[in-house]
């Protein structure tokens, strides 16, 4: 893969981006959700979790950057990566406490929940793994998006569609393609990555794990 596709792939999908993308499968696929929650929540969900998964661990990792504790956004070596995952977990807490106090008043669904804790658990192993090797991030959150699309179908959750199951499957095999073509990261750690995100999401999700 030429350098320049596979730096726009890993921009497009890096996994800061990966719960937008998630709520852009939950709002338009053939599912109850997706006709029974009302607009106004729906940009309202989208607007927290901008806020609170991409913009504010992005200015967090700014930040780190700048202090010099993080040698840039890439985070290339192993033990730069523990403390900017750790701050995106407590992010991803304040998201899920915020949906929790929205839900008192209208239908969210469960598998919100189940979905951010995914994320959480898919985090925290990422960070237990980060003492050994340094797996991939992109890896784990593109092989996440499709063990819970799996999982939904499976629980009927959602009418399958066979194209969104392809293209989720053929967008890991790409992101991954484009991580190994900027040796960011060796197959095993693409390996490694694709296991651990597929599993903690699918496991989650089909079993309705939250916190």
């Keep these: 893969m030429e350098r320049f596709w596979a730096n726009l792939f890993s921009l497009l999908f890096h996994p800061v981006f990966m719960p937008l993308y998630v709520l852009l499968i939950f709002f338009y696929s053939d599912w109850y959700l997706a006709y029974t929650i009302y607009p106004q929540l729906k940009k309202f969900l989208l607007i927290i979790t901008f806020l609170l998964t991409v913009f504010m661990p992005s200015l967090s990792t700014w ?13 290339p070596h ?13 992010y991803y807490g304040v998201m899920y406490y915020f949906i929790w106090r929205i839900s008192k008043q209208t239908l969210i669904s469960p598998y919100f929940f189940a979905v951010i804790s995914g994320s959480m658990v898919l985090i925290l192993l990422l960070v237990a793994a980060n003492f050994i090797i340094k797996i991939s991030a ?8 499709a063990g819970m699309y799996i999982a939904l179908c499976i629980n009927n959750a959602i009418i399958p569609n066979t194209s969104v199951l392809l293209c989720l499957i053929i967008l890991w095999g790409l992101v991954s393609t484009a991580r190994l073509s900027l040796k960011t990261h060796n197959p095993n750690e ?7 995100g597929f599993v903690s999401m699918f496991y989650c999700v089909k079993y309705l794990l939250v916190f």
Excluded: Q
């Design 63 to 75: 930040l780190l950057v700048r202090n010099k504790m993080v040698s840039n956004f890439s985070m």
């Design 78 to 90: 192993r033990n730069e990566r523990t403390l900017p995952f750790l701050i995106t977990v407590f």
């Design 138 to 145: 992109h890896a784990a959150a593109t092989a996440a998006l």
């Design 190 to 196: 693409i390996y490694l990555g694709s296991l651990a």
